[in-house]
Structure formats: C-alpha cells, structure tokens
C-alpha cells in the first residue's frame, strides 16, 4: 500500500492554467514517453535527443549513470540478450516557470523477460513511477505575436519552438513486482534469503537481474519505504524550486 499522507508540501503548474503552461506541460510529457518508445526500440539517436548533455539516469540493474555511459550499457546488454521493456501507464508534469524546471511523472510497467537454469521462462513485472527532472535550455523563448500564422494561438502567446525542454535527471520510485509465468503455469523458486538482500518493490526485478550479473542498486526508493519515498519527493521540490534536487545518495 502507499502512504495515506499528502505526499507533496505545495502545488505547481499541474492541470489546466494558461496556454503556455499548457503546451510546456505537453512538450515535457512528450518527452517522456520517449523513454518506453525509443529505448525499447533501439532508438538510441531519439532516445539521446530526450536528455541533456550532462544527464545522469540510475535504474536497478545500472545504477547512476551518465546517459551516455547508460546507452552503451544498453546496447550491451541487448546483444547479450537482455530484453527489457516498458508500458506506459498514464504521465503528468509539474511545472515551475520561473526557475524553467519541470519533473515528469510517468507511471510504467518493466517488464523484464528472463530464463531460469532448468530452462524455464519468466517474466518479472515491476510498477513504477519514472521520475524526469527537466530543464529548459532556452531562457529566452520567442512570443508568437496576434496574427501569426504560425502560432495560431492569439496574442503574446509563447511558443514552445523557442526553446528545448530536455531531462537532466531520471530516477524511480518503485512500487511492486512480481513473477509472470510466460506458459501461464511455471515460474522459478526465488529463495526468501536472495529476496531478503533487495528492497520491498523491486526484490523479484532485483534476484532475477543479479542472476545475468549485475550489481543491483539497492538505495533507490519505494512506496514501502517512507523514507525514500518522502526523500524523492523534497527531491522533486528542490528541482522545481531552482535548487539542487541532492539525487546522489
């Protein structure tokens, strides 16, 4: 279950409110849906275009990483096997506009395909919240003018054009996982002491990564978890308020 608690201290730009803020919010929501679209696909030159230059990411079987050093890991790990996939479940953004900053909510499934060493295959099934810190890179945004043909949104209208919305940060909250027999019958045995060593929310994700060699990450933040759940959230209030977000723990 997830904290009864009003998990955020204030509000920001989240639905409705002006044209501008509108077509922002659907600019960085668009970005990341790239994640699901273009990772999963090998759309390695889309996938980068999502990111700014200095963008670090962090997953469990990755931990932090430079979204460069992430993307020849992937690319790794396919042409040894890994077949990792995404489903986007519904994505909101929090908007500040005077610091240019934003976080992405997107709510996904990992899906991770793998097979046991009696040969039997197995999906693990992980829910989860990705989190996109983003930045705008443009200060300056052009103002499409009344008559513009080429806004055709009225008067004083900004233009999303002007600038570049890209994600500085990606980091999870992790919300729960479990096994998914692929013949609908058979799963393998995870022993409890292997389940023990990982966090509630991403522990089956976790034994079944650990098992093609990775290091798993073992301080990212779940729902069961209050502290790093809370944590993630002044995390995302630092962000929006121009501050250091302190993801680095």
């Known amino acids: 279950?997830?904290?009864?608690?009003?998990?955020?201290?204030?509000?920001?730009?989240?639905?409705?409110g002006t044209p501008e803020d509108l077509l922002h919010r659907?600019?960085?929501?668009?970005?990341?849906?790239?994640?699901?679209?273009?990772?999963?696909?090998?759309?390695?030159?889309?996938?980068?275009?999502?990111?700014?230059?200095?963008?670090?990411?962090?997953?469990?079987?990755?931990?932090?990483?430079?979204?460069?050093?992430?993307?020849?890991?992937?690319?790794?790990?396919?042409?040894?096997?890994?077949?990792?996939q995404h489903r986007e479940c519904g994505t909101l953004v929090e908007l500040n506009r005077e610091m240019n900053r934003a976080v992405g909510k997107m709510k996904a499934t990992i899906t991770q395909r793998f097979v046991s060493p009696e040969g039997i295959e197995y999906d693990v099934d992980c829910d989860c919240r990705f989190l996109f810190f983003c930045t705008y890179v443009n200060e300056s945004p052009m103002m499409m003018m009344e008559g513009d043909?080429?806004?055709?949104?009225?008067?004083?209208?900004e233009d999303v054009s002007g600038g570049e919305w890209k994600a500085q940060y990606v980091k999870l909250i992790y919300e729960k996982d479990r096994l998914v027999p692929v013949d609908g019958?058979?799963?393998?045995?995870?022993?409890?002491?292997e389940l023990?060593?990982?966090?509630?929310?991403?522990?089956?994700?976790?034994?079944?990564?650990?098992?093609?060699?990775?290091?798993?990450?073992?301080?990212?933040?779940?729902?069961?978890?209050?502290?790093?759940?809370?944590?993630?959230y002044a995390c995302m209030e630092k962000w929006l308020d121009g501050e250091d977000p302190e993801l680095f723990w």
Not at 185 to 193: C, I
Request: charged share 20%; net charge neutral.
């Open 1 to 16: 279950m997830t904290t009864p608690k009003e998990a955020h201290s204030r509000q920001y730009s989240h639905i409705n």
């Open 185 to 193: 019958v058979n799963v393998p045995k995870f022993e409890l002491e």
């Open 196 to 232: 023990e060593k990982y966090p509630v929310g991403y522990r089956y994700l976790s034994v079944a990564q650990a098992s093609l060699g990775h290091e798993i990450d073992t301080k990212l933040a779940t729902v069961k978890d209050i502290g790093t759940f809370e944590r993630m």
């Open 26 to 84: 659907l600019a960085i929501s668009e970005l990341c849906k790239g994640w699901p679209v273009y990772r999963d696909a090998s759309e390695w030159m889309n996938f980068r275009s999502l990111f700014a230059q200095d963008a670090t990411v962090w997953t469990t079987w990755s931990g932090a990483r430079s979204v460069d050093d992430f993307i020849a890991i992937s690319k790794a790990g396919k042409a040894s096997g890994a077949f990792i």
């Open 149 to 157: 043909s080429a806004s055709g949104t009225g008067a004083g209208v």
